[in-house]
């Protein structure tokens, strides 16, 4: 099996091309501005410019987890580069398979539960479509529908929608420990707002479950099945790492410090993952004190 991988060097890319370079008789390729060193018989890192060299191949499966970080000062003109480089991406790889003779049978395409409208009360699933109402939903709208293309091709199009993604060395669970660290941790804002998070390893599980289950198609919500409201995700984080969780954050200083970006932070949605739970993906840590459990004691964040 010949799989090519856009974004593979980041967290989730480089979990999964762990994962998947385990599997017998399967070929990894990595698209990549990055030069490597690494020596493996069953990975190949491809530059963006080369994709010619992509074109023997004949591809069974594409995933794209490519695009620029949320994590920057979102001025208009990052805020652009954060569409484009999503585009740009989708754009190279829809040119490559329209040039292949044989198509890939699956193509997945990474985006975020952004696409849901934030609310405190509402808690949504896939069966929910919204126009675009938010910087964060246009971008989504805008890559999905792109994605859709693929289609044409009589191509299966996944769409994966990542929740707060916890790992334990990158990622947003390694900051949110920080204050914690200093005995400085709690609310944020109100506490209100619902955070729908997801174990790096559910994650990595989800899109193996999704590469190898033909019947799935469209978006799919790759978090787990218990969102959390912030203040409550703190007293757990507060728990499992024997900390206090009394500070409380003012939703201005937030404002201040971030602008745009947050949103991120002061507010969110709770997303069901109800296509994997119908076609029975088993959860290895659908409960947020177990994740965080593994994750931090694992480590010593102490």
């Known amino acids: 099996m010949n799989i090519i991988i856009a974004g593979g060097t980041g967290l989730v890319g480089s979990e999964l091309v762990r994962t998947l370079s385990r599997l017998d008789d399967t070929k990894i390729y990595i698209l990549t501005r990055s030069e490597s060193n690494e020596v493996n018989p069953y990975l190949q890192y491809v530059n963006w410019d080369d994709m010619k060299e992509l074109l023997p191949i004949n591809p069974h499966i594409i995933i794209n987890l490519a695009g620029a970080t949320l994590n920057k000062k979102w001025t208009d003109e990052y805020k652009q580069e954060i569409l484009n480089s999503r585009l740009h991406t989708i754009d190279s790889l829809y ?75 990158q990622g947003a669970l390694s900051e949110m420990i920080k204050p914690y660290k200093f005995g400085v941790g709690g ?41 959390e409201r912030q203040e409550n995700f703190s007293k757990t984080l507060a728990s499992v790492m024997d900390k206090p969780n009394m500070a409380i954050v003012p939703k201005p200083i ?19 993952p109800s296509v994997l739970l119908d076609k029975g993906f088993k959860y290895k840590y659908p409960m ?15």
């Not at 609310?187 to 955070?195: E, P």
């Not at 729908?196 to 978006?219: E, M, Q, R, T, Y």
């Open 95 to 169: 040119q490559y398979v329209d040039s292949l003779s044989v198509k890939p049978h699956t193509y997945i395409n990474a985006s975020a539960v952004g696409y849901y409208p934030t609310s405190q009360h509402v808690k949504y699933d896939e069966g929910d479509v919204f126009q675009s109402h938010d910087f964060l939903s246009g971008v989504v709208s805008r890559i999905e529908y792109e994605s859709d293309k693929f289609s044409q091709f009589d191509t299966r199009v996944v769409k994966t929608r990542f929740g707060i993604i916890l790992d334990r060395e």
């Open 187 to 227: 609310k944020i804002g109100s506490g209100k707002q619902w955070m729908s998070w997801i174990h790096i390893d559910d994650a990595i599980n989800a899109l193996l479950f999704l590469i190898f289950n033909k019947d799935v198609c469209g978006p799919v919500n790759v978090v787990a099945p218990h969102a």
């Open 254 to 272: 937030i404002k201040a410090i971030l602008g745009e970006r947050s949103q991120l932070i002061l507010e969110g949605q709770s997303v069901q």
């Open 288 to 302: 947020l004190e177990q994740a965080l459990n593994h994750l931090i004691h694992i480590k010593d964040y102490s």
